[in-house]
């Protein structure tokens, strides 16, 4: 195990309710939580408290509707890389990461490609200009794949507890 890396943390039945109840609502008051669960404040706070000093809840953020904000086009995209080194990758990965357009970015593999990024933006002549201003100019970006987002059926940030003991 690297020296950086937990090990894995023991989660019991209670952790985990609670895990369920901060992915549902994160804005959750203790006061909240602990009825939630059926713990008093204080032993529910140290438990939340636990589960961050194990990296196991490892942010509280809030979720913005983005039509709302007039970000209305979803696109995923499929990279190529034209070598496969890491300086290559680490490289592309800082550029990228410099870009809120860029909601995920993945490292993956059975694709014709090597990453693949979810970008959000207003429109398609905002696209594309991200596209042909940015991507397109990280160096060792030999190909592009766009597709684009239809309709969300299912969007969830929730991670799945059920095959947690």
Do not use: W
């Amino acid at each position: 195990m690297p020296e950086n890396e937990k090990p894995l943390a023991r989660i019991d039945r209670t952790d985990r309710k609670i895990l369920e109840q901060l992915q549902a609502d994160g804005s959750l008051t203790n006061q909240q939580l602990a009825e939630r669960v059926g713990l008093s404040p204080s032993p529910c706070l140290r438990r939340v408290r636990a589960l961050e000093d194990a990296g196991i809840i490892v942010r509280s953020v809030t979720i913005l509707d983005h039509k709302k904000l007039g970000l209305s086009l979803t696109a995923i995209i499929l990279i190529g890389m034209d070598r496969h080194t890491p300086e290559r990758f680490s490289a592309f990965e800082e550029q990228i990461g410099q870009h809120p357009e860029v909601q995920e970015c993945y490292l993956i593999t059975g694709q014709n490609a090597d990453y693949m990024l979810k970008v959000v933006v207003p429109d398609m002549d905002s696209y594309h200009q991200f596209l042909l201003n940015y991507v397109t100019r990280i160096p060792g970006v030999s190909g592009v794949h766009s597709s684009f987002v239809l309709r969300r059926v299912i969007d969830s940030t929730a991670l799945p507890l059920d095959y947690l003991s």
